[in-house]
């Protein structure tokens, strides 16, 4: 049993509010989800020619201008950085393989947790309070947000196995259930260039989503198709660079509640994680429907 929680903001002028609105959601899931909790966050984009990369390192005092200053040697490029406990953000003028590569040979003890143009990916073991304060969740701001707090069940409780995962650019998955079919489908995406961290079967999800998109599909086609090949119970959050999605499988094992109004929509596992949010009186409230995309983006 996790839990999961998602913001969506369609008014703009709510960006500068969205962790303090956030923050109570993933609180909300604590029961469900003791173990270990991470978010997912966007905005902040960077242009085309940069990449931002979101690290993590074991040490809260880990010396991340020394990493900077070989990146700007490295690629002939200046590197931005902003520091959050034991995590950093990265913002250099470099391509996302050459810069993957470079920190996983030269700094294999720093943890990649996302690359993109606009996601941050937190997340760490430990109560989801202490998670969201440790990152100062509240003063966070950006354009939509997904959450996870999990009750380990497929794996270990470590920071690895925790989620959001991330397998591609901008692209995030935090996942309520358990697959069955994981471990052929880690093989042969691994095939097919997929890259994987851990065991962990909402990992191959991710990946699997990564695939699909890697090979032209929409967001909503890649979800469609993952209805036949993902084998199992789940609720899945999907978090791209413009907008965020929500799918149950066709039996709708796992939980799930959505609400919109004209200036969010945000989903939960369970309706009390929404109490907090404006206007949630007046929200137009229904339970995802079996096997059925939602998607919400900017175009």
């Known amino acids: 049993m996790c839990g999961i929680v998602g913001l969506y903001l369609k008014n703009d002028a709510l960006q500068d509010q969205l962790g303090a609105l956030f923050e109570p959601m993933l609180i909300a899931m604590t029961d469900r989800g003791p173990d270990s909790a991470g978010f997912a966050i966007y905005g902040d984009e960077v242009g085309e020619d940069m990449v931002k990369l979101t690290l993590q390192h074991e040490d809260p005092h880990y010396h991340w201008h020394e990493l900077a200053g070989q990146l700007e040697e490295a690629f002939d490029a200046s590197v931005s950085v902003l520091h959050n406990a034991n995590a950093a953000v990265f913002k250099i003028n470099a391509d996302e393989a050459g810069v993957r590569g470079f920190i996983t040979d030269q700094a294999p003890d720093v943890k990649i947790m996302s690359v993109g143009h606009s996601i941050e990916i937190l997340k760490s073991i430990g109560l989801p309070e202490e998670i969201a304060g440790k990152f100062n969740l509240k003063g966070m701001k950006g354009s939509h947000i997904i959450g996870h707090t999990r009750m380990a069940t497929e794996s270990g409780v ?18 309520n259930g358990s697959l069955s079919n994981h471990n052929r489908l880690r093989e042969e995406l691994k095939k097919k260039g997929i890259v994987f961290e851990t065991e962990n079967d909402s990992e191959v999800a991710a990946g699997y989503l990564t695939h699909r998109l890697q090979s032209g599909d929409s967001v909503e086609e890649a979800l469609t198709a993952a209805l036949d090949d993902l084998d199992g119970f789940f609720t899945f959050t999907i ?13 709708a094992c796992k939980p799930a509640v959505i609400a919109e109004t004209d200036d969010y929509v945000a989903m939960s596992s369970e309706y009390h994680a929404l109490t907090t949010l404006p206007g949630i009186e007046q929200a137009n409230l229904w339970e995802p429907d079996p096997g ?8």
């Open 292 to 299: 059925k995309v939602y998607f919400w983006g900017r175009d």
């Open 158 to 175: 470590t920071m690895e196995g925790s989620h959001p995962f991330s397998t591609g650019m901008d692209l995030c998955l935090v996942h």
């Open 239 to 251: 978090g791209t660079r413009n907008g965020f999605a929500v799918i149950r499988d066709p039996i």
